[in-house]
């Protein structure tokens, strides 16, 4: 073996027992998390209304209707969600308790369909450990982001190390060996499993360090861009007109509603931000598909008067810029449907298992190593 692989495989070999833990942790939840939307479907009947030809109810009428059990709520707290004819909407919020908290609502009643504490909520939980691992935000961050880190790396030597030095073992490093003992079969998988997921996986480590480190994105959204910010692109929403503001005429939510309604017609999701307590931009986000969170339009409103102060729509933003929108739906697959999730989800547990993997060929070396040579009689 080179001295250049004897260095990356020992390279290798430690971070990989450093870091497969986290990884095996943050890869097995992801993989669970995947298919969250199409278990809930499936588990939670309030999610789904029967599609009507009525007008949807405004978002002012679902916050009351949310918040008639929660009269300590500020409205302008809530978040609310339209998803689409066939969907539910939300009003999410945090409670005096400090529980945050999704009311389900018939869109075109207003009917209160079911109430949920996500603290208790199983993919809320499975969320957690899969971006914080149940540790504060702050270390976890770091922790998290240090694994994930080492797993791209680990991608990488991996590949090197994959690689055959002669044209013969070519293709044995394509396949499985099944009929094999039980620890050539487990190398096999360790290499030839790695080999097949690293280009995805590699996708899908870095789509989760963009989240939790926006500004590793940056770089590459200014690469696209040809290296030039695109001027469009950077809000500047300034708010120095307060003092002078005329007040709304209708609740602030429901002139957001109307106009992004208006304005991105064929958009199934609606996301409306808190509208605060005036000192900040109202926000909205309008997104083509119910779920999937690449194509959108964004919208700042005045806090006071309503005023549309700031659109964004997908049509007119640069490269650089759709590739930052749809790094979530690169992240759990679902830029490709259905198809697409069950390959993150494929690619994901096989990520899971490349640290069981390879401990147990380190282990085995290891132990090895340590026996005696027999004695040879004279």
């Known amino acids: 073996m080179s001295t250049l692989k004897k260095t990356v495989g020992k390279l290798h070999l430690w971070l990989g027992l450093a870091s497969g833990l ?43 209707a949310a918040l008639a059990r929660h009269p300590g709520v500020d ?20 409670d005096k308790s400090g529980a945050p908290t999704q009311v389900y ?39 998290v982001g240090g694994g994930v880190s080492v797993f791209v790396v680990m991608l990488l030597t991996g590949l090197v190390l994959w690689w055959p030095k002669r044209k013969q073992e070519r293709k044995q490093r394509f396949t499985i060996k099944w009929g094999a003992r039980w ?8 290499n030839v499993l790695g080999f097949y997921a690293a280009s995805i996986g590699l996708v899908l480590a870095l789509s989760g360090l963009f989240m939790l480190y926006p500004w590793l994105l940056e770089p590459l ?9 695109a001027p469009q692109e950077i809000m500047k929403t300034k708010l120095d007109t307060l003092q002078t503001a005329t007040a709304a005429p209708q609740p602030l939510p429901d002139i957001v509603y109307r106009t992004a309604r208006h ?11 808190p509208t605060g307590t005036g000192k900040d931009p109202a926000f909205c986000w309008t997104y083509q598909k119910a779920l999937h969170y690449y194509h959108r ?57 490349l640290p069981v993997t390879g401990t147990i060929i380190w282990w085995g070396r290891r132990n090895k190593t340590k026996k005696k040579p027999r004695l040879q009689a004279v």
Not at 313 to 325: E, I, N, R, V
């Open 297 to 353: 339009d964004e919208y700042a409103f005045h806090p006071v008067s309503g005023q549309l102060l700031e659109t964004r729509f997908h049509a007119t933003k640069s490269a650089g810029t759709k590739l930052s929108d749809m790094n979530y739906d690169l992240h759990v697959g679902q830029i490709l449907g259905f198809g697409g999730k069950l390959v993150a989800f494929l690619v994901s547990l096989i990520c899971a298992s």
């Open 263 to 273: 304005l991105s017609p064929d958009h199934e999701m609606i996301l409306l931000g």
């Open 105 to 143: 609502l018939n869109p075109y009643t207003g009917r209160v369909l079911h109430e949920q504490d996500l603290r208790t909520h199983f993919f809320t939980i499975v969320q957690e450990i899969h971006m914080h691992l149940l540790l504060p935000e702050a270390v976890a961050k770091w922790v």
């Open 221 to 229: 959204v200014l690469a696209v861009d040809g290296g030039r910010p």
């Open 75 to 94: 409205a302008a707290t809530t978040w609310v969600t339209y998803f689409g004819p066939e969907r539910s909407a939300t009003v999410f919020f945090t």
């Open 183 to 190: 620890r050539r079969v487990n190398y096999d998988l360790h």
């Open 22 to 64: 986290i990884v095996f942790i943050v890869s097995l939840t992801g993989a669970i998390f995947v298919f969250q939307d199409d278990i809930r479907d499936l588990t939670e009947p309030w999610r789904k209304v029967e599609a009507q030809t009525t007008a949807l109810v405004l978002p002012s009428r679902l916050q009351a």
